[in-house]
């Protein structure tokens, strides 16, 4: 099982209990309604994870309050694990990392059944780089090395 902010790989999905992801899941939505309260919502930005990419992805979101939207239309489970770049690193050279490294800064995640909406995370994004990236795996290894990683800059002050 993985620490908290990990990745979690579909060999670790099959050990988890259900009620862990529905929590995962609830407590994004639980957020975005906070911020909704509270007249903070800011842009929402839909996601489509695709076997295997992710569609949709801004090349750049002004720092602030944001919200993502994460529907899957692929045939396989997906996963949309936000996280933040360590200032100067690449995608490619995050996802290289060795899976001990702790490096990446996870900010989120969002699980999604094949055809199945996966909720919405609402996060307040300081200027950086951020990826989307999923790790779960099949056949020919982790879904981030069939395409399914994307980054993106989070401009402002």
Known sequence: MNRPGEPAFLSDLETMEFGQIYWIVVSAQVQLTIAEIGGLAGPTIAITGLDFAFDGVPETVDAGLVTFTFENTGAEFHEMILARLPEGMTLEEALALPP????????????ALPGVQ????TVDLEPGTYAFICFFENEQGPHAFQGMAAEFIVAGP
Request: overall charge negative; hydrophobic content about 45%; glycine content about 18%.
């Open 100 to 111: 001990d490294d702790e490096s990446l800064l996870p900010i989120g995640v969002l699980f």
């Open 118 to 121: 996966g909720g919405s995370l």
